[in-house]
């Protein structure tokens, strides 16, 4: 099983960046495929992007062309790029490991890690 640690997140303005990463240990982590949820007060935790174990990617119809998931596996971390950040885009964000299934369900991940917050002022 992998651990994870995200780190990364902040408070920016509306149109900011931010960089968020996570941190993985555990000797099979290339063998992952890895996802970022976001999750906000009272709502469920959300699909925001996925790396395969083969370096392919899928992105959440709402952040697709703003936000970039990236894996080093040498390094052992997943980072999720986030640009042209929105208000709505304010949420506690996750990664995951992704042990079968859909890769859009957030039940379908474990080993999550703490989360990081972000938080986009208008």
């Known amino acids: 099983q992998v651990q994870l640690v995200e780190s990364g997140g902040g408070l920016v303005q509306a149109g900011g960046s931010l960089r968020l990463s996570c941190a993985a240990s555990?000797?099979?982590?290339?063998?992952?495929?890895m996802g970022w949820f976001r999750q906000a007060p009272g709502k469920e935790r959300e699909f925001v992007a996925v790396?395969?174990?083969?370096?392919?990617?899928d992105y959440a119809d709402s952040v697709k062309g703003r936000f970039t998931i990236s894996r080093d596996n040498a390094k052992k971390t997943v980072t999720l790029q986030m640009n042209s950040l929105k208000p709505e885009d304010t949420a506690g964000y996750y990664c995951?490991?992704?042990?079968?299934?859909?890769?859009?369900?957030?039940?379908?991940?474990?080993?999550w890690g703490q989360g990081t917050q972000v938080t986009v002022s208008s």
């Open positions: 790396i395969k174990w083969s370096g392919g990617t």
């Open positions: 555990g000797r099979t982590f290339s063998s992952y495929t």
């Open positions: 995951g490991a992704h042990k079968g299934g859909s890769y859009y369900y957030a039940g379908n991940y474990d080993s």
